[in-house]
């Protein structure tokens, strides 16, 4: 069965740092586009970021410079390092497969961010 | 950037009613568009890709049309389990995705 779960969500102030982590089974990671997507409380769904299986990577302007997106092949994890973190990062952040046409499927169950004093 | 509108923002039915929900882009993306459904605690699940391409385990009774910048999701006779919010994304200016605000299909 092909899963995602992400982890390593929780609270942190403004400024720090918090690195999630999405772990799969089913597939494999290297071979696939992997992204991910906030969602902040009550908001609808903005895309973060992908890593291309080639290794290329990209980001929205809004967390560019600040987030790093990154993938372990020997643990068949995707992990996303947010630094500077900002009450707007607020959010669930859900790992998915974005595949080679571009879709976001399957979605992990999402972890949760929250950015406060 | 590609902007996506999606109307109505609520839609009201009641069970076994049609619901026809649209999405615009604010520039052509050809067929290059999918629907998503989200219950509430859950996450998204795809519905549709390629803006008529039903994704694996998805009923019959959703269907999707469009291409250019007009698009529409249809489920053809509300079932209880299909209240939720649906989204619509675009992939035409690939790797910079972006989503609609989407429209959220509450029982009358």
């Known amino acids: 069965e092909v899963q995602l779960v992400e982890s390593g969500g929780g609270l942190v102030q403004p400024g720090g740092s918090l690195r999630l982590s999405c772990a799969a089974s089913g597939f494999t990671v290297s071979s696939n586009y992997m992204s991910w997507v906030r969602q902040a409380p009550g908001k609808g769904l903005e895309w973060v970021s992908v890593?291309?299986?080639?290794?290329?990577?990209y980001y929205a302007d809004s967390v560019k410079g600040r987030f790093t997106i990154s993938r372990d092949n020997s643990k068949n994890t995707l992990y996303l390092q947010m630094n500077s973190l900002r009450a707007e990062d607020t959010a669930v952040y859900y790992c998915?497969?974005?595949?080679?046409?571009?879709?976001?499927?399957?979605w992990g169950q999402g972890t949760l961010v929250t950015v406060s004093s | 950037e590609i902007v996506l509108t999606q109307s109505p923002a609520t839609l009201s039915l009641s069970p076994g009613e049609r619901a026809t929900l649209s999405c615009r882009a604010s520039?052509?993306?050809?067929?290059?568009l999918a629907w998503y459904q989200q219950k509430p605690g859950q996450a998204p699940r795809l519905l549709i890709y390629d803006a008529s391409n039903r994704a694996t385990g998805i009923p019959a009774r959703f269907s999707g049309s469009g291409s250019g910048t007009d698009f529409t999701l249809t489920i053809s006779s509300l079932e209880p389990e299909d209240f939720a919010v649906y989204y619509c994304?675009?992939?035409?200016?690939?790797?910079?995705?972006?989503f609609g605000p989407g429209t959220k299909v509450d029982i009358k």
């Open positions: 994304q675009q992939r035409s200016n690939w790797p910079l995705n972006t």
């Open positions: 998915a497969r974005e595949g080679a046409a571009g879709w976001f499927d399957p």
């Open positions: 520039q052509s993306v050809s067929s290059y």
């Open positions: 890593i291309y299986s080639g290794g290329s990577t």
